[in-house]
């Protein structure tokens, strides 16, 4: 399953997409990063998780519409060029922050 996980970066969400991860889901985290206690340890977390093929991470706001538009439009982009290249679920790059910690 793919799973869109708000508050990544958090205690909870951090340990929860580690959970997920390892049940063989694939896991889309946001989070805005805020400074309600040292970032450090949020980008310490996000650093576990990277390297996780099935893990892609985008810093943003969730009470954004327009940044949650745009994510969404990365997602039907992403949708159209695996159909384009006949490869559905192919990892694709495309340029929405991705890892802008
Ligand atoms: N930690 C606990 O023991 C515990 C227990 C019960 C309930 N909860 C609840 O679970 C939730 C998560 O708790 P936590 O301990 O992981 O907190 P946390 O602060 O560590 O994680 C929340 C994450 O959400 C991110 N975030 C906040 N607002 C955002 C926004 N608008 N857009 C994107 N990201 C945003 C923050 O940057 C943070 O990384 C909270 O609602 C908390 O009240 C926590």
């Known amino acids: 399953m793919k799973i869109l996980l708000t508050g990544a970066a958090g205690f909870i969400g951090w340990k929860v997409t580690e959970f997920l991860l390892a049940d063989g889901h694939t896991v889309v985290g946001v989070d805005?990063?805020?400074d309600a206690y040292d970032v450090r340890l949020k980008h310490w977390r996000l650093d576990q998780l990277k390297d996780h093929p099935n893990f892609t991470f985008h810093r943003l706001?969730?009470?954004?519409?327009?940044?949650?538009?745009?994510?969404?439009?990365?997602?039907?982009?992403?949708?159209?060029?695996?159909?384009e290249q006949g490869s559905g679920g192919k990892r694709l790059d495309f340029g929405l922050r991705p890892w802008s910690l």
Not at 64 to 74: G, V
């Open 61 to 83: 706001d969730i009470t954004s519409q327009k940044e949650l538009r745009e994510l969404w439009e990365l997602k039907e982009q992403r949708g159209r060029g695996a159909e």
């Open 32 to 34: 805005n990063l805020n």
